[in-house]
């Protein structure tokens, strides 16, 4: 007996370090691409040539406001943060609304209508590109902020509704009842019972967004010619054409794009780990 237990300890032990190899591999993986990125951006294009991967023999600054300022990013920065910001409140407001409709207020339409939402799922930005610029020409958004922000929107809702959709209706019905019973009116039942509840899919729902729009390239790209009208993304694009030997100022640019994120995690993390936990969707 004692020498089947001190087996399964050392079978225990030696799996539990193999575990943290592979954890540790990964994180390197992971983390490496991030730090030699930085790094970089501190090396002229010289030194960067002379010396690829070691860390910087003289580290400079320079490169940061130069690519600030070639890029035109004090715009395009605002910019993202307007795109970001309203879509994500519009989309999880809407989507909170909807799934509360959907879950709750059932009809004979609701099949319909929460299938023709949820569709929207398969829908790639590819396939709906062309008859989008189509549209937004023909309805005349095209160079307006609100031609971005309605799309962005309109993107983030299929996912939107069915997360909120599946989650609202783990919600016990009696709650509702109650409330109309005590005579609160949908709205106010949304308001006070519906969304405190469903903060955890709000939270995983506005992460998805975030990130989505931040990153997202191709769409503000075609909707908007104006300069002063593209986002983060769209004016790193800049470096990679005659300033794409520039090594310094394109990697600078490159942190600059990735900055925000990695402080919206860093920030965020413990809402983020507790949100795309606890807003999964329930069977």
């Not at 919600?171 to 949304?190: C, M, N, T």
Request: hydrophobic residues 50%; proline residues 5%; glycine residues 8%.
């Amino acid at each position: 007996g004692g020498g089947q237990r001190g087996m399964r300890r050392e079978t225990s032990l030696l799996t539990r370090v193999l575990l943290y190899c592979v954890l540790l591999t990964f994180t390197f993986m992971t983390l490496y691409p991030i730090f030699w990125l930085i790094m970089s951006s501190f090396k002229t294009t010289q030194e960067f040539q002379m010396n690829r991967l070691g860390l910087p023999r003289r580290w400079t600054i320079k490169n940061y406001p130069q690519a600030w300022n070639i890029g035109g990013f004090n715009q395009l920065f605002m910019n993202s943060i307007i795109y970001t910001v309203t879509s994500t409140s519009a989309v999880v407001l809407l989507s909170l609304s909807a799934g509360f409709a959907f879950a709750k207020i059932r009809s004979r339409a609701t099949p319909f209508l929460h299938g023709s939402f949820v569709i929207g799922i398969l829908l790639s930005l590819e396939a709906i590109l062309i008859p989008l610029f189509l549209m937004s020409n023909a309805a005349g958004l095209t160079d307006r902020r609100l031609g971005i922000i309605l799309p962005y929107i309109g993107m983030g809702m299929p996912k939107g509704v069915y997360l909120c959709t599946e989650y609202i209706k783990s919600i016990p019905d009696s709650l509702v009842e109650s409330a109309r019973i005590d005579g609160a009116s949908y709205p106010r039942i949304l308001a006070s019972v519906i969304m405190p509840m469903a903060k955890p899919v709000a939270t995983t729902l506005a992460i998805l967004n975030v990130t989505g729009v931040w990153n997202e390239f191709m769409l503000v790209n075609i909707l908007a010619s104006k300069g002063s009208l593209k986002s983060l993304p769209v004016g790193i694009l800049k470096f990679s054409g005659a300033l794409a030997s520039d090594y310094g100022k394109q990697f600078a640019a490159l942190v600059i794009g990735m900055l925000p994120m990695l402080v919206f995690y860093a920030i965020f993390r413990n809402q983020i780990t507790k949100g795309v936990s606890a807003g999964a969707v329930k069977g």
